[in-house]
């Protein structure tokens, strides 16, 4: 999955800034207030771990640190430097009922997606799995497409499985894939997933797979830190609308056998880049409850 990479520098007053930078965008620059930085994400992989630089350049010195994050093959596990506000001294606060993490509308980005969401493409995946926004049965809802493709559609979230556990969202697929399978790298390809990441570095997938059976939980093929369950299998449904419920917090639970951590984002993929397939989905409705 996803590996989301976030930079610290600090201009020339001493501020820290952060500067988060999606994967496979390569070097790019930033200028603060009164320095520039420059941010290099490499593409070096040794020991499965992609490297990310982060550079302060002035006219007094030259520093370069480095820090790591994990690059598992082709499942990229979210791993934020935090964005999100202090979680300290949330227990104070009321929670909201609902968070409205993917209930679309016309409303777009400039670049076609739905408002808040963002896209990650992977560099070494030429083709990218296309998303956009379109109604379907009178409602807006993102239609994702991808032809020997992969990429994300993600949105970062600020709460927690302990005060919001339940997930819902709707999907519906046009067609399966007839070479996927979870328990191989070569088959890791899903018509629709739900992809939700936590802030320890762990994540949980929901799919739709061809043929194993629903209630299956299969360590993902790459890496231990991510557990999929499958909720829908087979052709029965296709073609509809299905609606899920989960909840996160025992599937977590139950996937790692301990407390999650905060939540970090909840992102969208169709891929068939391993199987080299097609597949079309739509997604809808997704939202975070307390009940």
């Known amino acids: 999955m996803a590996c989301l990479p976030v930079v610290e520098g600090w201009d020339g007053n001493g501020i820290k800034h952060r500067q988060s930078l999606a994967k496979g965008e390569g070097e790019k620059e930033w200028i603060p207030a009164s320095a520039a930085m420059t941010f290099t994400v490499s593409d070096k992989v ?27 093959g082709r499942v990229w596990v979210m791993s934020l430097v935090l964005l999100f506000p202090s979680l300290d001294g949330r227990s104070e606060q009321v929670p909201q009922e609902k968070i409205a993490v993917g209930v679309f509308t016309a409303e777009r ?31 807006f809802v993102v239609r994702a497409e991808a032809r020997a493709a992969a990429s994300m559609l993600y949105r970062k979230i600020d709460a927690t499985t302990q005060t919001h556990p339940i997930l819902r969202w709707s999907w519906k697929v046009e067609n399966l894939l007839q070479k996927s399978d979870p ?35 299969v360590p993902n093929p790459y890496t231990d830190d991510v557990q999929m369950f499958i909720v829908e299998s087979g052709p029965k449904r296709l073609g509809e609308w299905v609606d899920e419920t989960r909840n996160l917090y025992e599937d977590y639970k139950r996937a790692f056998g301990r407390e999650p951590s905060p939540l970090l984002a909840i992102s969208l993929m169709t891929d068939t880049d391993n199987t080299g397939e097609s597949a079309v989905a739509y997604y809808a409705d997704i939202t975070l409850s307390r009940h």
Do not use: C
């Open 183 to 217: 328990t191989q790298k070569s088959g890791d390809d899903y018509p629709a997933r739900v992809y939700v990441t936590f802030q320890d570095r762990t994540g949980i997938n929901y799919i739709w797979e061809s043929r194993f059976p629903v209630g299956r939980v």
């Open 109 to 139: 980005e400039a670049n076609g997606l739905p408002k808040g969401w963002q896209p990650l493409t992977f560099r070494k995946i030429k083709s990218y799995t296309q998303y956009r926004v379109v109604q379907d049965g009178g409602r």
């Open 46 to 72: 040794g020991n499965d771990e992609m490297w990310v630089e982060r550079r302060r350049e002035d006219a007094r010195s030259k520093t370069t640190a480095q820090k790591r994050w994990p690059w598992t």
